[in-house]
């Protein structure tokens, strides 16, 4: 008998997202003289809750159509919601100078479900980084927005500084957080 040795989520990234998407939502009208319009979030291609129309993906009615999801293309990358605190955790972790983790953590696994808790236990009490003995900043999350402080003065950190930040993490600290570079 087979037997499951692990499971593991992960985020489709944008490539993989426009990929599956049977729609680019462009629109900001839902409906146009009473009818859902293309390219709206109404957009019939990606299903319907209306008994009187037909999905355009897959030619079901409402109650069979699984739904089939769109995208919106973004001008700038943005904060997901549901991981907004696991961001500002990894932040604590590493050292924006020389992006590495600001403490070493010892061998750890991508299998190990606890590197991520385990690594923020260590670095997030750190004041320096151990690799380059610069001054860690601190990480503040309010209302969903992320400010860094460092000898008490207070910026504000925008998606994109983030972006930037995450895409400069080698495998090897992604891998002591817990995560896997694909």
């Given at each position: 008998?087979?037997?499951?040795d692990?499971?593991?989520?992960?985020i489709?990234?944008?490539?993989?997202?426009?990929?599956?998407?049977?729609?680019?939502?462009?629109?900001?009208?839902?409906?146009?003289?009473?009818i859902p319009?293309?390219?709206?979030l109404?957009?019939?291609?990606?299903?319907?809750?209306?008994?009187?129309?037909?999905?355009?993906?897959?030619?079901?009615n409402?109650?069979?159509?699984?739904?089939?999801?769109?995208?919106?293309?973004l001008?700038?990358?943005v904060?997901h919601?549901?991981?907004?605190?696991?961001?500002?955790?990894?932040?604590?972790?590493?050292?924006?100078?020389?992006?590495?983790?600001?403490?070493?953590?010892?061998?750890?696994?991508?299998?190990?479900?606890?590197?991520?808790?385990?690594?923020?236990?260590?670095?997030?009490?750190?004041?320096?980084?151990?690799?380059?003995?610069?001054?860690?900043?601190?990480?503040?999350?309010?209302?969903?927005?992320?400010?860094?402080?460092?000898?008490?003065?207070?910026?504000?950190?925008?998606?994109?500084?983030?972006?930037?930040?995450?895409?400069?993490?080698?495998?090897?600290?992604?891998?002591s957080?817990?995560?896997?570079?694909?």
């Amino acid at each position: 008998m087979n037997s499951v040795d692990s499971i593991q989520f992960g985020i489709l990234n944008h490539e993989e997202i426009k990929k599956l998407s049977v729609v680019e939502v462009n629109a900001h009208e839902i409906f146009e003289k009473g009818i859902p319009k293309p390219n709206s979030l109404g957009d019939l291609r990606m299903g319907t809750i209306e008994r009187q129309y037909i999905c355009q993906t897959c030619n079901q009615n409402s109650i069979h159509c699984p739904g089939h999801f769109g995208h919106i293309e973004l001008a700038e990358p943005v904060y997901h919601i549901l991981y907004i605190k696991q961001l500002v955790k990894v932040l604590q972790s590493i050292c924006l100078n020389c992006y590495n983790l600001v403490s070493p953590v010892g061998k750890l696994s991508v299998k190990n479900s606890f590197n991520f808790k385990n690594t923020n236990e260590i670095c997030k009490s750190k004041t320096k980084c151990y690799h380059c003995d610069t001054p860690k900043s601190k990480f503040i999350l309010e209302k969903y927005e992320i400010f860094s402080e460092i000898d008490g003065s207070k910026n504000k950190i925008n998606a994109y500084e983030i972006y930037d930040i995450l895409t400069k993490l080698s495998p090897d600290v992604l891998k002591s957080l817990g995560f896997d570079k694909n």
